[in-house]
């Protein structure tokens, strides 16, 4: 078998006792079978990350022909599981050295989706801290933030989610908000709207007359003089107006239905404070 030597290395006048580093072990090869494809990978990585597949691999091995894992034939079957969740997994684990490189593994959102899916049900919590940190940085709809949130117990973006839910106006039909994060939760976030209505008051405008809800009625009053040039006046009747100008020429503005953020904040906090607090604690 060929060598490669280093002189230097070994000469036995170089003073002091050589320090020999720990071998590297792997743990062996495993295979996994994820839908319809096979994977290989050090074991070492698994049991390092995750009590679940450490005591998996613990457990007394049957005879040498059972024994699942051993080869692409006798793979352990992961069932429930994406292929392609399961091969971004893997790219975290074993990153590559242009990964060490740059620093960073490459992945896009449905692939951190993914890490973050794995490690949060298999107990790697140093990958799911990374998980997090990686789909912090993509851009997660107000949808997202709440079903995964909600799903994987990360307290921010539930409460970020749900809050930007109902700061939207108009707010999403109830039909929508059932079919995304279910009924009863679509419920809440309608009431908690409902709730949170404020009429905003602005007055950026100093030719404009601002009127706000309630009945209002609109018609043109025309003149017709018997000499001279015939005038026209816009005219509305209205129970609440924010502000009346003296210009002579102005502009209708209907006032703008708003949530305040801070009010639906707090609503949000009240009605799920239990649950946000079990999901803070789960990290810890």
């Not at 050090?42 to 457990?59: G, Q």
């Not at 007394?60 to 599981?81: C, F, I, N, W």
């Not at 839910?165 to 409902?194: D, F, H, M």
Request: charged letters at 25%; glycine letters at 6%.
């Amino acid at each position: 078998m060929p060598t490669l030597s280093n002189e230097s290395a070994s000469d036995e006048s170089s003073p002091g006792t050589i320090a020999r580093p720990e071998p590297i072990r792997f743990g062996g090869i495993i295979f996994f079978k994820v839908e319809d494809v096979v994977f290989e990978a050090p074991r070492s990585r698994f049991t390092e990350h995750s009590d679940i597949f450490e005591t998996m691999f613990r457990l007394p091995a049957g005879s040498e022909a059972s024994v699942e894992g051993r080869d692409k034939d006798h793979p352990v079957v992961l069932e429930g599981y994406q292929a392609a969740h399961f091969h971004a997994l893997l790219k975290v684990l074993y990153p590559t050295p242009d990964d060490m490189i740059s620093g960073s593994v490459e992945l896009d959102k449905d692939g951190w989706i993914g890490v973050f899916n794995l490690s949060t049900r298999w107990n790697m919590k140093k990958i799911r801290k990374l998980a997090i940190s990686g789909l912090s940085k993509t851009c997660l709809s107000p949808v997202e933030k709440v079903a995964l949130g909600r799903e994987h117990k990360v307290a921010t973006w539930f409460r970020e989610g749900l809050t930007e839910l109902v700061s939207e106006y108009p707010i999403r039909p109830l039909a929508e908000l059932k079919a995304q994060l279910g009924l009863e939760l679509a419920c809440t976030l309608l009431w908690i709207q409902n709730q949170t209505l404020a009429v905003s008051k602005p007055l950026d405008d100093r030719g404009a007359l601002y009127l706000g809800p309630g009945p209002r009625a609109t018609y043109i009053d025309t003149h017709l003089p018997a000499s001279g040039p015939a005038t026209s006046a816009f005219c509305v009747n209205t129970q609440s107006c924010l502000r009346t100008t003296t210009d002579a020429f102005f502009n209708l503005k209907p006032d703008q239905i708003v949530t305040e953020g801070g009010c639906a904040s707090q609503i949000i906090l009240e009605e799920f404070a239990d649950e946000i607090a079990s999901y803070e604690s789960w990290d810890q």
